[in-house]
C-alpha cells in the first residue's frame, strides 16, 4: 500500500469530489442524462484520474505559494480537449455518476488503481 502524502492527498480529494454537489432523487425510470451524452464510465476513470492528478498538482502548488489565478482553467482546458469533452458535458456527467453511488464507488476503486499505476510508472521504486 501506498502511504505517501501524495497519495493521501488524492485519496482525500476522491472523497471530496463524491461528497460534494446537491442531492437529487432521481426516479429509477427517468433518464437522467441522454445516452449520447453519456460519457463511458471506461473514459470518465481516466479522465478522474487527470482531474485528481490536476488538483493535487495545484494543491502542493498552494502549499508553497506557487498559485496562479490561469492554472486551473488552463489545465482543465487541456483536459476537455484531450477528451473531446466541454465542460458542461463532464459537470452533467460528474452530476450522473454521482447519483448512482455503486457505479461511483467501482469507478473510483479503478480510478485509485489508475493513479496508483501512474505512481508506479513515474516512480518505481515506491
Not at 31 to 53: G, Q, Y
Not at 68 to 74: N, R, Y
Amino acid at each position: 500500500m501506498i502511504c505517501s502524502p501524495r497519495f493521501w492527498v488524492l485519496l482525500s480529494l476522491c472523497f471530496l469530489l463524491v461528497s460534494c454537489g446537491e442531492k437529487k432523487d432521481i426516479p429509477s425510470t427517468e433518464v437522467a442524462i441522454p445516452t449520447d451524452s453519456l460519457i463511458s464510465s471506461e473514459k470518465m476513470i481516466h479522465i478522474l484520474a487527470d482531474v485528481h492528478m490536476i488538483e493535487a498538482a495545484l494543491l502542493l502548488e498552494r502549499n508553497e505559494s506557487i498559485e496562479s489565478a490561469e492554472k486551473p482553467d488552463f489545465y482543465y482546458r487541456g483536459i476537455f480537449n484531450k477528451y473531446h469533452i466541454s465542460q458542461s458535458r463532464y459537470d452533467e456527467n460528474l452530476r450522473y455518476y454521482r447519483q448512482n453511488p455503486a457505479i461511483m464507488v467501482k469507478m473510483y476503486d479503478r480510478v485509485i488503481d489508475e493513479l496508483e499505476t501512474r505512481q508506479k510508472k513515474f516512480h518505481p521504486s515506491k
